[in-house]
């Protein structure tokens, strides 16, 4: 991550002496359309850039089973609470539209284009409000611990080899004590 940041960084810095060197040297209209030209390509380098951390995540993220398991849960639950409020209140005219108002209740976005009447139907609501909260937690918490972990694995790397090392220089010590007391004993 901080290698694209430093080459962004490299990349505007060199972006913003080449336009000061294009208006300086060069006439209004010609400057202009070399600028433009300048600007266009940063875009594109920026966007390239965003693209490939957004691969590197998404092909991070695409062998996490739980990710996948607790989105197959989201969409399960709003289907199933949708056919239970199309079953249950007089407002949600389709099971389509019991599954929507499911889902804009679960995810808290609220249209209000779809609302239960029914007392039935507003305690699901409030329970799919309920088990969203949960569930958006839950989706976060994964999401951060499959991106984190892998650091923390490198982490894991670097500390066994740093004791390692450790180990390796209190024996040499230990070997060195010795040692010297040997000298001390020889030189009474």
């Not at 336009?19 to 209209?29: D, E, P, Q, R």
């Not at 969409?75 to 409020?85: E, P, Q, R, W």
């Not at 982490?155 to 007391?181: P, T, Y």
Request: proline share 1%; hydrophobic share 55%.
């Amino acid at each position: 991550m901080s290698s694209i940041l430093r080459r962004q960084a490299k990349s505007a810095k060199h972006f913003w002496i080449a336009a000061f060197s294009v208006c300086t040297l060069y006439k209004k209209n010609v400057y202009r359309v070399i600028l433009l030209k300048l600007i266009i390509m940063n875009i594109v380098e920026t966007i390239k850039e965003a693209l490939a951390l957004l691969r590197t995540v998404l092909s991070e993220l695409s062998n996490k089973q739980n990710l996948l398991n607790l989105l197959i849960l989201a969409f399960a639950v709003s289907v199933g609470a949708g056919t239970i409020l199309y079953l249950l209140d007089a407002n949600i005219h389709s099971l389509l539209d019991g599954i929507w108002s499911a889902w804009v209740t679960m995810t808290h976005v609220g249209f209000g284009d779809v609302v239960p009447t029914s007392f039935l139907g507003r305690i699901l609501s409030a329970a799919l409000i309920l088990f969203g909260l949960v569930l958006f937690s839950l989706f976060t918490a994964l999401l951060s611990v499959n991106l984190i972990g892998k650091n923390i694995d490198a982490l894991d790397h670097d500390v066994n080899h740093i004791e390692a090392e450790e180990s390796q220089i209190l024996k040499e010590l230990a070997r060195l004590h010795v040692r010297l007391d040997a000298l001390e004993k020889q030189n009474k």
